[in-house]
């Protein structure tokens, strides 16, 4: 079993992975800028307790559970040694420092907030907890507390853009950016990205830059690369991930083998009348055009098959036809009919829940 070293008072813990015999850098866990003894991480953080736990174990596989984000939440199984070597390709990518300072709002019960913890882990660093909320970057006192990094999810940042200028670095996630929020980061100044990446990959394998430059393409992380199918749907190449070829159903622009532009979801299209509708295209330039967020579904129509269906929150002001023909949409993707909801229906890790609109 791996040898634990806990210091007095303080939760920091030096753990030994013998599956790749690498030794983790000491790391502190802190909650309100005040380090965690073992029993007050066990009290107020009690997914974290038991992940820990977990790591700490003989087996080299862990259990863990998606965020639902795309269908049923569902358990798998993944060797410690990828998370491991996950976390040092994003420390790589982002050049983040050993010791750093770096927040978590992330649910430890889902793989995105125990991949923080592992990062932590192999860097070293000093990681605040923070129990998730839509509100943690109004909880940052920006005169005492100063983040080198952080990993969010986008409905924890809309809104409140500004506020990442406290923070070094942000990787955003477990959402697309739209075009909205993309305008909304440009107050932004500190560097932040958007990550690429599914459950069989554990955590993301491409960032793209949105701060305070602007990339459009997204980057692979270090020994990663891409090709692309005759349906323009990606295949990642990533054998420290245990994937020689993983096709997805991405559907993608491919610049290189190591940089792609992401055009949206081949299970989502949207067939009507014979023209396939990518909603993930169309609902950003509705958005700009509305000037409110708006997502867009298919339903059965008698002659066209599936018709296109926007979806809006109530009050929201729907503009005629031509304004939408002029602000350079073509007549597909503009909605046959519209829908209002009091709000959109979100998963737990903030994405937009199709199957509720």
Not at 19 to 36: A, D, Q, V, W, Y
Not at 44 to 68: C, I, R, Y
Not at 119 to 130: H, I, K, P, Q, S
Not at 298 to 310: A, F, I, M, S
């Amino acid at each position: 079993m791996p040898k634990i070293v806990v210091f007095p008072r303080i939760y920091r813990k030096n753990y030994i992975c013998f599956m790749s015999r690498i030794t983790h850098p000491s790391f502190t866990l802190l909650h309100k800028g005040n380090e965690l003894s073992d029993f007050q991480l066990e009290s107020l953080f009690p997914e974290v307790h038991e992940f820990l736990a977990d790591w700490n174990k003989k087996s080299a596989v862990l259990e863990l559970q998606t965020s639902g984000s795309t269908g049923t939440p569902k358990r798998f199984k993944v060797a410690k040694d990828v998370m491991w070597h996950s976390a040092g390709a994003t420390i790589a990518a982002l050049q983040l420092k050993e010791g750093l300072s770096a927040l978590n709002s992330l649910s430890c019960q889902y793989v995105a907030g125990k991949m923080m913890l592992v990062r932590a882990m192999r860097g070293g660093w000093r990681l605040e907890l923070r129990h998730p909320s839509t509100e943690v970057l109004d909880e940052i006192d920006d005169e005492n507390e100063k983040f080198n990094f952080t990993a969010l999810v986008p409905l924890q940042v809309r809104g409140k853009a500004q506020k990442l200028n406290a923070i070094d670095c942000t990787i955003l996630g477990g959402a697309p950016v739209d075009s909205m929020f993309e305008e909304e980061l440009k107050m932004v100044g500190t560097r932040v990205y958007e990550t690429f990446g599914m459950t069989e990959t554990v955590s993301h394998i491409a960032l793209r830059q949105l701060t305070p430059h602007s990339d459009s393409f997204f980057q692979a992380l270090p020994t990663v690369s891409f090709s692309q199918k005759d349906d323009s749907t990606l295949t990642i190449h990533a054998q420290d991930w245990g994937y020689e070829s993983l096709h997805t159903t991405d559907i993608v622009e491919l610049e290189s083998e190591v940089r792609f532009k992401w055009r949206g979801r081949a299970d989502f299209v949207i067939n009507s009348g014979g023209v396939k509708l990518h909603p993930e295209l169309i609902e950003p330039k509705l958005s700009t055009v509305l000037n409110a967020e708006v997502y867009v579904k298919g339903e059965r129509h008698p002659e066209l098959g599936t018709q296109l269906v926007g979806v809006v929150i109530q009050g929201t002001s729907i503009p005629e036809k031509q304004k939408l023909l002029e602000a350079g949409l073509s007549a597909y993707e503009i909605p046959k009919v519209w829908k209002e909801m009091q709000e959109f229906p979100m998963t737990a890790s903030g994405k937009i829940n199709r199957k509720e609109l």
